[in-house]
């Protein structure tokens, strides 16, 4: 069962997450501010949650919410400055969208950079223990699974629309006969230097 809320005093938005160890796309992270008392049967953490489902959860966060932000860091940003630099960056970005603007930030993860005015809690599974979290977990996993169908159209060959991006049989071994496309994140160092990059 998640727990609604860290405490009660402060309006507090939950964040998250997703695609940190894939091999190409963007990092994308949500922050969430859900009304006293939400729930929904079907809602965990999205990795806990059919793909159908977390559709529905997804327009019933964004429907019900008091406040929510959705954002992402490219793939070229993520190798200037290293993948949890930039999935910190992305959760910045996505705070900074909230109005209202909360009190308190319930961070999953172990690590965070405080964002300005806003004190914050870093909880280990998170999205596993707090509504706010699970809703970001949501949101950010459907906004970035959606982004990676849409590249797959122009990359059909690397399977984006199944693997989205992650590093998948299929997807290295698509790797290994096509070479790297400027999506991919070339400091996550997956292939030998000597194969093609275009």
Not at 45 to 58: A, H, M, P
Request: aromatic share 10%.
């Amino acid at each position: 069962m998640l727990k609604t809320a860290y405490q009660h005093q402060l309006l507090e938005a939950g964040c998250d997450e997703a695609g940190r160890g894939s091999f190409a796309g963007p990092v994308f992270a949500a922050a969430v501010i859900l009304p006293e008392g939400f729930s929904h049967p079907l809602l965990n953490d999205s990795k806990q949650v059919t793909e159908e489902n977390r559709e529905e959860l997804k327009a019933y966060i964004q429907e019900h919410a008091l406040g929510f932000g959705v954002a992402s860091v490219d793939s070229q940003r993520i190798d200037q400055i290293n993948i949890l630099q930039a999935s910190l960056e992305a959760m910045h970005l996505a705070i900074s969208q909230l109005r209202p603007a909360p009190g308190l930030l319930l961070i999953d993860g172990n690590r965070f950079n405080p964002y300005p005015d806003i004190p914050h809690r870093c909880i280990v599974r998170g999205d596993a223990i707090y509504s706010s979290i699970a809703a970001a977990s949501i949101l950010a996993k459907t906004y970035r699974d959606a982004f990676m169908r849409q590249l797959h159209d122009a990359y059909p060959v690397y399977g984006w629309d199944k693997n989205k991006g992650y590093g998948t049989a299929g997807h290295r071994k698509a790797i290994a006969a096509a070479g790297l496309c400027e999506y991919h994140r070339k400091s996550f160092q997956i292939i030998p230097k000597q194969l093609k990059i275009f």
